[in-house]
């Protein structure tokens, strides 16, 4: 079975704070996305990197493919409450409809 | 924007009753899917279509089936709800092997 397996599980920080999440697999993937959950919602995407080695910044966040691309991280400066929430990665590996889902990081931003 | 519209957001049925969680998209999208979230879980496949009247087994099909007759209506069948079945309920969509765009969820409580 693929994984994603990302790392931190849990994280509670300070407002104002920098984290950074990662997102590890020993599988190469064709592109990877980024989503953050609120309670109660659906996913929503953040980004998409395709090529190894690719930053992406969206304002305050920063996403990285690893030039192999079996990893990603996702770097958050300067946290603020409303980064709260589930950080997902996920992807699809070359030539399969099955896209995989990471284990999923939750951010607790306290002001 | 890409719009993923799931017709119910929450739901409590009674054990053995017939349970319909729709879901439409609007953007032509060949692939649609439908995934189960819980705690500890992490998000799981029931079912996936890549083309009208074309389905495929995910990872956790039993205890649901589904319906695409028509290409932007994806619709999950509960035949016979249990109390396990209780969850947060996600529908997807995805033009060919590209990004995922997923629905507001639908929690589905079974008593």
């Known amino acids: 079975t693929q994984l994603l397996e990302q790392s931190p599980q849990f994280l509670s920080i300070q407002e104002g704070e920098n984290l950074t999440v990662y997102c590890n697999s020993s599988?190469?993937?064709?592109?990877l996305q980024w989503y953050r959950q609120e309670p109660g919602e659906g996913p929503v995407l953040l980004v998409t990197?395709?090529?190894?080695?690719e930053v992406k910044k969206l304002k305050r966040l920063t996403f990285q493919f690893g030039d192999a691309r079996k990893d990603s991280s996702l770097h958050i400066t300067a946290a603020q409450p409303g980064d709260t929430g589930l950080y997902l990665c996920a992807g699809s590996t070359s030539g399969t409809y099955k896209y995989i889902f990471g284990t999923g990081t939750r951010l607790k931003v306290l002001a | 924007d890409v719009k993923v519209t799931q017709s119910s957001r929450y739901l409590v049925k009674r054990t053995g009753e017939k349970v319909f969680l729709e879901c439409v998209q609007d953007m032509d999208h060949e692939n649609m899917f439908w995934y189960r979230q819980d705690p500890g879980l992490g998000l799981r496949l029931i079912y996936f279509s890549y083309d009208v009247k074309m389905k495929e087994k995910g990872d956790i099909p039993e205890g649901y089936s589904v319906s695409r007759e028509k290409k932007e209506r994806f619709s999950l069948i509960l035949e016979s709800a249990s109390t396990n079945q209780t969850s947060m309920y996600l529908c997807?969509?995805?033009?060919?092997?590209?990004?995922?765009?997923f629905g507001e969820g639908s929690w589905l409580t079974v008593v």
């Open positions: 599988s190469v993937f064709s592109s």
């Open positions: 990197v395709v090529t190894g080695g």
């Open positions: 997807a969509s995805r033009p060919g092997k590209n990004t995922i765009y």
